[in-house]
């Protein structure tokens, strides 16, 4: 057995390919060679598995899809003389997750298309798929006792209940459209506001668990695309006078993870004395100027070292193509070299859709999901070198 190799950017932590053997019959002289054919239900089960797994955020559409690959408002709500879930009891959770099933009955023509996933009935595997996909936060993944899940087919709308706090309000959309994403979660918000009596103070606003929320309880958050600034040396000081305008810049998967590959999620940090309106709008306007720096970077890159870009989108695709194993972040970061490749027209027939799914078809969830069981380091990494293979063209 190979060694198993440790890497310090490893996440933590699905059923092997089945084969019949296609026999034929015992008079023949000549045993033939033998004939492996996927097993056709286990093809269906797979092609199910990433149907569960892709969502709309990844398919590289919407306003500025090229630099904007999602936007997202999230609106955090509890319920009037309940306490937080980090303070109530088993009994007041399961009361919250009770009332949260209990507006899905009674408002029928708003929540048909919506579905209630009990969170503690889920894989810890299937779990990590959800926070990988945007849909959950990790404290949702580990305390989900009573924790549930309310999800549009389309995915575009999520409420998570029972996470810090009694609801969050989710509106997850492909490229830069904070507008859209704000009406929508408004709208659900007011539904949900129908039949419960939020915690609202008139002076603070909304009350929540933690107090960078208490407010309008909106976050609003963009997942960026910014390699250009990041090879021309620029992205530090831009990134620094960012900070200064009340925004934050996190790694893709939030609190407590770095930018990779050019990747990073910018959102609001002030909730309190700005109107949801000024909180989205403020962002949206950072994020235009951001765009237009990360062009004139990309212009530059093109005027200056054309030649090295093409060369650099190509060895990443060799490598992706033909390497036996892949560590998360060395992933992430060739897709990167890729997607600028064919962003800048210098690589041809990769689709920006695939290389968004890839981002998150590599993690540790979803490739111990489409596997069907848990996975060291080493086995994540081989399955992360077979599946990009799988899906590059």
Not at 205 to 223: D, I, Q
Not at 235 to 263: C, D, F, P
């Amino acid at each position: 057995m190979p060694e198993e190799k440790k890497h310090p950017d490893r996440d933590q932590q699905d059923q092997s390919e089945s084969f019949f053997r296609d026999d034929t019959s015992a008079e023949t002289a000549t045993p033939p060679p033998l004939v492996r054919e996927p097993d056709k239900q286990a093809a269906e089960s797979e092609k199910k598995k990433l149907e569960e797994i892709t969502s709309k955020w990844m398919e590289g559409s919407g306003p500025e899809a090229e630099i904007v690959i999602s936007s997202r408002i999230r609106l955090a709500r509890n319920i009037n003389g309940f306490p937080f879930p980090p303070l109530a009891s088993d009994e007041q959770r399961q009361k919250v997750l009770s009332i949260a099933q209990k507006v899905l009955e009674e408002q029928k023509e708003h929540f048909s298309d919506m579905q209630m996933i009990n969170i503690n009935n889920l894989s810890p595997v299937y779990r990590q798929v959800l926070v990988e996909k945007h849909l959950i936060s990790p404290l949702q993944a580990r305390e989900n006792l009573a924790g549930g899940l309310i999800i549009r087919a389309d995915e575009v709308i999520s409420i998570m209940v029972n996470e810090e706090d009694h609801f969050r309000i989710q509106c997850l959309l492909p490229g830069l459209q904070l507008g859209r994403g704000w009406e929508e979660a408004s709208r659900y918000d007011d539904y949900l506001e129908h039949s419960i009596d939020y915690a609202f103070h008139d002076e603070l606003g909304y009350l929540t668990a933690c107090p960078t929320n208490v407010g309008t309880g909106l976050r609003a958050s963009v997942m960026l695309y910014l390699p250009a600034l990041v090879l021309t040396g620029q992205i530090n000081h831009i990134l620094s006078a960012v900070n200064q305008v009340g925004l934050v810049v996190r790694g893709i998967y939030g609190e407590g993870t770095e930018m990779v590959g050019g990747l990073c999620q910018v959102s609001n940090q002030i909730t309190l004395g700005q109107s949801e309106e000024e909180i989205w709008h403020n962002l949206y306007s950072v994020t235009r100027q951001l765009i237009n720096q990360e062009r004139k970077g990309r212009q530059q890159l093109l005027n200056e070292q054309r030649d090295k870009l093409a060369d650099r989108a190509g060895r990443a695709y060799g490598i992706l193509k033909h390497a036996r194993l892949l560590s998360s972040q060395e992933a992430m970061q060739l897709i990167s070299d890729i997607r600028l490749g064919v962003d800048l027209g210098l690589l041809h027939d990769v689709p920006v859709g695939i290389l968004n799914k890839l981002l998150v078809l590599t993690r540790p969830g979803c490739l111990q999901y489409l596997k069907g069981r848990n996975l060291s380091p080493y086995e994540r990494d081989l399955e992360r070198a077979v599946r990009i293979k799988q899906f590059l063209p």
